[in-house]
C-alpha cells in the first residue's frame, strides 16, 4: 500500500467511526469494510528490490533479436509452395506431390547461372501476382 493510499484509508477508517448509527445491513458492511482497511493498513510492505538489481537486470537483458530477412524470405516462399502444391497419383500410380506451376521471368535463360535464383525469383514474383489478386489458393 503507498503512503497515500494509507493515508485515504486511515480517513475512511476515521469517517466510519464518527458516523451516525446505520442500520444493521449497512452497518455490517462497514464493518467488514473498515475491518479490511485496517488490515491492509496494518500489513507489512511488500519488500522492494534493490533499484540497482533492477537496473543491472535492464541493462543486461539481451536485446530482442530482430529476424534474418533471408530466413524470413525463405519461409515465406516454403508458405507459398506448400499452400500451392498438391497430392496426386504419379505415372507408376505411386502418391506424389505435384509442384506448382512456377511461371519464368520471359527474359530469363534458367539454363544458365543459379537455378535456386532463378528459381526463388519465380516464386517471389509468383508471390507478390497472388498479393496482388488477393491471396493463396
Request: net charge negative.
Amino acid at each position: 500500500m503507498t503512503p497515500g493510499q494509507k493515508k485515504r484509508a486511515q480517513q475512511i477508517l476515521r469517517r466510519f467511526e464518527q458516523a451516525d448509527p446505520l442500520p444493521l445491513q449497512v452497518n455490517n458492511a462497514a464493518v467488514d469494510m473498515a475491518a479490511m482497511l485496517q488490515e491492509l493498513i496494518d500489513a507489512p510492505e511488500p519488500e522492494q528490490p534493490n533499484q540497482s538489481e533492477q537496473h543491472l537486470e535492464m541493462v543486461n537483458a539481451p536485446a530482442p533479436s530482430v529476424p534474418d530477412v533471408d530466413l524470413v524470405r525463405d519461409a515465406e516462399r516454403y508458405r507459398w509452395l506448400r499452400d500451392w502444391t498438391r497430392g496426386a497419383y504419379g505415372i507408376d500410380s505411386n502418391p506424389a506431390f505435384i509442384l506448382p506451376h512456377v511461371p519464368t521471368m520471359l527474359d530469363q535463360n534458367i539454363m544458365s547461372g543459379s537455378v535456386a535464383q532463378h528459381l526463388d525469383n519465380a516464386i517471389d514474383a509468383a508471390i507478390e501476382r497472388d498479393k496482388l489478386k488477393g491471396g493463396a489458393p
